[in-house]
Structure formats: structure tokens, C-alpha cells
């Protein structure tokens, strides 16, 4: 079947290469490229963060973890590495609702002052500046497309021709669901002080702190703001992240600031991973991945790839 598949983040990519795997003559368009989407943005931890629901997500979180883990070990030049590291929690310590998900986890023996308690586990982390361009190349090794294209509505699909809607947060406009809405998040890069362990702390759900270490840079988290658009990075947000990151990781205290970035998680109640019949044809939408875009990645191609595989056998 030909398949065109709008949207060039984590979520469109991921999904035209396992299409592109199961056969399918896969065309990617996008306004953005993909070093320059949200998903570019992403500190690309493996965290089930702000995406429901629940049961799904510990489903897609958990085939993407075990495909991340694969491509850390297979493919190291794709950006991706299985790396341990600590959540630290205020508040009762209880088993986290995603505990399904992973391999492995355990408690911490003792916590920071401040903290009752936490976890210890590895994850894949992934280098978003390696992943995305390894992605689009595994896509184009398969023989599909990835052309730059500002649609101003989906392609109409028909009895030949599926599309998959892969298109974040512009889904509000292009899916007309008001339901989609921006969660702002701003990040500040470090140089490398020589880490190799994450951390994460979100007990305040508009504060949270996270370092996420790569091999060049450190990812330092960072901020979640409902309802906000505001592309620019803002000076006193970067401080208090700083300030916040530096005081649990004295290492970061040396590390010379290089950048500062913004994305707009695609928030919404529920992931949107269903087809809608239009006409002759059929769109797949799948967006709305909030704060766990990558986490998801892989499961949710999964399906998509099922879906599309169930409509061209008939
Ligand atoms: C600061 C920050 C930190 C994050 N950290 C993590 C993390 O640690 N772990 C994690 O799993 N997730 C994280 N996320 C979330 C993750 O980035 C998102 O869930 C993910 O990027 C969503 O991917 P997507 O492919 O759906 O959307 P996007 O990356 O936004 O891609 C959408 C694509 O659709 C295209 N498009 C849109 N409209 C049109 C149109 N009209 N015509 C053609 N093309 C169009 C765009 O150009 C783009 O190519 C983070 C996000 C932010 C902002």
C-alpha cells in the first residue's frame, strides 16, 4: 500500500520506517525537518512523562524501551545508549505506575536531604541530534521518501493511498482537535563536566528538574507550562532551572552554559492513535505524545504499522 505520512518528529519518522519495513511504499512530508521539530527539543529520556493512558502507555513505553535498548546495543552511531540513573521523590515512595515497563528498578537505599526516597534504573537515552538524522536515514535506506512540505490541510486519502497524521501539536489545526494543547518546555545545555548518570525529580508538575546526560552536552530541565506558546527561551527560567540542576549535581557547577532551547510538548487527555474513514480512504492519526514523545515512539509505530497492515489486506 502507499502510504504518506505527515509529521518528520519521533513520532512520523518511527512510524515510516517500521511501514517502510513491513513493505508499504512510504512517502514522509513535513513542514519541519528533523533537527528543527519538538522532538528535536526533547531531552529523550525514557520516562513515561505527562501521556495517557495509563495502560497504554506502560504497553508502548514498554515495546520502545526494549527497541531503544536494542538499537543502544546494535547500532551505537544511532545516538542511543542504555544509561543508569536516579529519580528522587518527596512524598510517599510508592512503586511507580509504569513499573511494567522496565526490565529493572530498585529503591534507593537513602536519599538527599529533602527527599524520602527514590529509584535507581537504567533507561535509553537518546542523543536527538544523532536519532532523528540515523532515523531519517534508516527511512531513506528502505527506499521511502522525506520531502519538505508545508500542507494546509491532510492529504486525502484513498482505497490506494493511506495517511498517517504524525503532526504533534499542529494536529490542533490540521486534526481540528481542540483538545491538543501546547505544555512549554525550556532546556538549557551544558558542557560534558565528565557524567554519565541522569537524574530526574518532578514532584512539583510545573518544576521539574532533570539532567540528562549526552556525550558532548548535558540536558538540563527544565520547566512545563500549560497553555503557553512562547517559542524564546527566557533568562530567569534558565536561571532557576541552573540553580535548581546545580544544587543537586555539584559536578554542573563548573559546566560552561552553550545553549538554550524551547519546545511545546503536544499535550492531550489521550493519546490519538485511531483511523477515521474519509471518503474511500483512510487516516491514521497518531499525535498527542505530550511529554513522552520518544517513549513512545516504537509502540506506537507498532500499532500504526498493525493498523495500516489490517487496511491493505482488506
Ligand atoms: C523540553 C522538552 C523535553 C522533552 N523531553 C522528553 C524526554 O525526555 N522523553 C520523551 O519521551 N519526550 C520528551 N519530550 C516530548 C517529546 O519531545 C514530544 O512528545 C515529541 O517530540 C512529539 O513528537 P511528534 O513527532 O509527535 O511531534 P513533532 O516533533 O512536533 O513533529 C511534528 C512534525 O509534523 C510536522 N507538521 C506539523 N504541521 C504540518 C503541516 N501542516 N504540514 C506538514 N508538516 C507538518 C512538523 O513540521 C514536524 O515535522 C520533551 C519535550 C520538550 C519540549
Do not use: F
Not at 545508549?81 to 510508592?94: A, I, K, N
Not at 538527599?112 to 536515514?137: F, H, I, K, N
Amino acid at each position: 500500500m502507499r502510504v504518506i505520512v505527515v509529521g518528520a518528529g519521533v513520532i512520523g519518522l518511527s512510524v515510516g520506517v517500521r511501514l517502510a519495513e513491513a513493505g508499504h511504499e512510504v512517502a514522509v512530508l513535513a513542514r519541519d525537518l528533523p533537527l528543527e521539530t519538538t522532538s528535536a527539543v526533547a531531552a529523550a529520556l525514557w520516562y513515561p512523562y505527562r501521556a495517557l493512558p495509563r495502560d497504554a502507555v506502560v504497553r508502548w513505553s514498554a515495546a520502545t524501551y526494549a527497541e531503544l535498548a536494542r538499537l543502544a546495543d546494535t547500532h551505537p552511531e544511532s545516538g542511543v545508549s542504555v544509561r543508569w540513573g536516579t529519580e528522587l521523590v518527596r512524598g510517599p515512595v510508592t512503586e511507580p505506575w509504569w513499573r511494567d515497563a522496565v526490565p529493572q528498578i530498585e529503591q534507593l537505599p537513602s536519599a538527599p536531604e529533602g527527599y524520602s526516597g527514590g529509584w535507581r534504573l537504567p533507561v535509553p537515552v537518546s542523543d536527538m541530534s544523532l536519532y532523528l538524522p540515523w532515523l531519517a536515514a534508516r527511512l531513506e535506506s528502505l527506499g521511502a521518501t522525506l520531502t519538505r512540505a508545508w500542507l494546509s490541510a491532510l492529504p486525502q486519502p484513498s482505497a490506494a493511498v493511506t495517511v498517517v497524521n504524525a503532526t504533534g501539536l499542529a494536529a490542533r489545526a490540521i486534526a481540528d482537535d481542540p483538545s491538543l494543547l501546547p505544555v512549554r518546555g525550556q532546556v538549557v545545555l551544558l558542557e560534558q563536566p565528565g557524567l554519565t548518570e541522569w537524574l530526574l525529580e518532578h514532584s512539583d508538575e510545573q518544576e521539574l528538574t532533570y539532567v540528562v546526560p549526552r556525550e558532548q552536552v548535558v540536558v538540563v530541565g527544565g520547566t512545563a507550562e500549560d497553555g503557553s506558546y512562547d517559542p524564546r527561551p527566557d533568562p530567569a527560567s534558565a536561571d532557576e532551572i541552573l540553580v535548581r540542576a546545580r544544587a543537586l549535581v555539584p559536578e554542573l557547577r563548573r559546566a560552561k552554559v552553550v545553549g538554550h532551547r524551547v519546545g511545546l510538548r503536544p499535550a492531550r487527555p489521550a493519546v490519538r492513535l485511531e483511523t477515521e474513514q474519509r471518503g474511500d480512504g483512510t487516516i491514521v492519526h497518531c499525535y498527542g505524545h505530550g511529554g513522552a514523545g520518544v517513549t513512545l515512539s516504537w509502540g506506537c509505530a507498532d500499532d500504526v504499522a498493525a493498523l495500516v497492515g489490517g487496511l491493505a489486506r482488506g
